[in-house]
């Protein structure tokens, strides 16, 4: 026998046996048409005497599979499954495991459903958000070892994607099942119209089943499956044959926001002024502050004042004080939620001050932020005030969002539900 570690290759032939995961699991080869001269009778004793290794290893027989059947035959249609609150729960009660080995599985249901979609020919996934890995809440090789001793209560050939932080490869993002598609399915294209995906993140209100049921915590198991277009199902749906559960989803959905939209209402105003003038905006971060004026504004000649590259507010009214004794119109690129930082630049002016208030949603703005098209600043995201005229602005103009796309890939990326 030898032993493989990682990135290392060995070959089998014919009747010879693989073990995944520490002996258990093995794997056998056969080969349809058997090569001349192979004695099938030692090759059945093989298998025998490995059968044997099994139960001296103290568990539970597997059944006899071979690579072929496992590796390229089955895996185009993908069964997928979240971790916690779908395969396992805690021991304790808690929403958090308090150990380690706090965990249980979830229902007794779940091993014998499993390995019938197995023999039905899926491949068994299990997707999971562990943000406390990044975090540093969470020590990688704690998880790997949790994960492994849950495949060992399950004795079943489970493929295992942990996202450890944010980003592409946090759900409701689908980085994980691209990767799988693209580089983790031995090239075999999964059939995504045969998969489906479980999960309890599932957007279901407080007393959504009898019996003091609590909200779910979000939505991202169900938006997941929704990017990907794949049926979904929550566990007690998909392991206990319970009716469909109510839901609510995000109000904000990126797949309907219109690129081809008005950009600012009343749609007949000027955004820029031939004489001099100071603009003031109003939004939240995310809200396409930047992006608008670096694209419509400052080209135009405007000086541009944003607390970000300046530091703080006074430093933004020097340069703005300073800008205007040259003879130069202002952008001020700031949140300025209330009317006390904007009479900051609109008091002292001397000149007509306007003010654009960035009309989009906190939801998209915060979606915006996390899919990192506009750029990502201090979230003071309280206390926003409308603008209105009686602060001495001569002009309010709404400006909408209206995403612009430098590639198809962002966009794809873009039209993701991000968070739930
Ligand atoms: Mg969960």
């Known amino acids: 026998a030898e032993a493989l570690g990682r990135g290392q290759s060995g070959i089998l032939t014919e009747s010879g046996t693989l073990h995944l995961v520490n002996q258990s699991y093995p794997f056998t080869v056969h080969f ?6 192979t004695p099938s009778a030692a090759s059945q004793k093989g298998l025998k005497s490995k059968s044997m290794d099994n139960g001296e290893m ?7 599979r071979s690579i072929h ?13 979240d971790i916690d609150g779908c395969i396992i729960t805690t021991k304790s009660g808690k929403v958090f495991p308090t150990s380690p080995d706090d965990w249980r599985i979830l229902y007794p249901e779940i091993q014998p459903r499993l390995a019938s979609l197995l023999k039905k ?27 492994e ?29 691209q990767h799988l598609c693209e580089k983790a399915n031995a090239g075999v294209t999964v059939d995504q119209s045969e998969s489906f995906y479980v999960g309890d993140a599932a957007g279901r209100p407080v007393n959504w089943a009898p019996g003091k049921k609590k909200k779910d915590f979000s939505c991202s198991d169900r938006l997941f499956a929704l990017n990907l277009g794949l049926q979904f199902h929550t566990p007690e749906e998909f392991f206990l044959g319970w009716k ?15 690129s081809m939209a008005r950009l600012c209402d009343p749609p007949t105003a000027s955004l820029t002024s031939t004489s001099q003038e100071i603009i003031v905006a109003v939004g939240f971060p995310g809200s396409g502050k930047s992006t608008f004026f670096q694209t419509h504004i400052v ?14 507010w006074q430093n933004c009214v020097k340069a703005c004080e300073r ?3 040259e003879g130069r119109s202002i952008a001020v690129d700031n949140t300025n939620p209330d009317p006390e930082s904007r009479k900051r630049y609109c008091k002292s002016a001397g000149v007509p001050c306007r003010c654009f208030n960035f009309m989009a949603s906190m939801e998209l703005a915060k979606h915006n932020n996390r899919v990192s098209i506009c750029s990502v600043t201090n979230l003071h995201l309280n206390k926003f005030v409308t603008p209105t005229l009686s602060e001495g602005f001569s002009e309010i103009l709404q400006i909408h969002f209206v995403p612009n796309f430098a590639d198809s890939q962002l966009e794809a990326l873009y039209r993701q539900f991000s968070e739930g």
Do not use: C, H
């Open 58 to 64: 103290g568990r539970k027989a597997v059944p006899k």
């Open 149 to 177: 001793d849950i495949l060992q209560t399950l004795q079943l050939p489970v493929q295992v994607f942990v996202a450890t932080g944010p980003g592409i490869y946090r759900k409701p993002v689908i980085g994980m099942w």
């Open 323 to 325: 800008g205007l004794k």
């Open 32 to 37: 349809t048409g058997r090569p001349a001269g």
């Open 244 to 258: 469909k559960a109510p839901f609510s989803l995000p109000t904000f959905d990126p797949r309907k926001l219109d």
């Open 299 to 312: 080209p135009k000649g405007y000086e541009y004042v944003n607390r970000d590259t300046l530091g703080s």
């Open 69 to 81: 059947e496992f590796f390229a035959g089955s895996p185009k249609k993908v069964a997928g499954f």
């Open 121 to 147: 020919g899926y491949k068994v996934v299990f997707f999971t958000n562990q943000m406390g890995i990044s975090r540093g809440k969470l020590r990688p090789e704690v998880f790997k070892s949790k994960v």
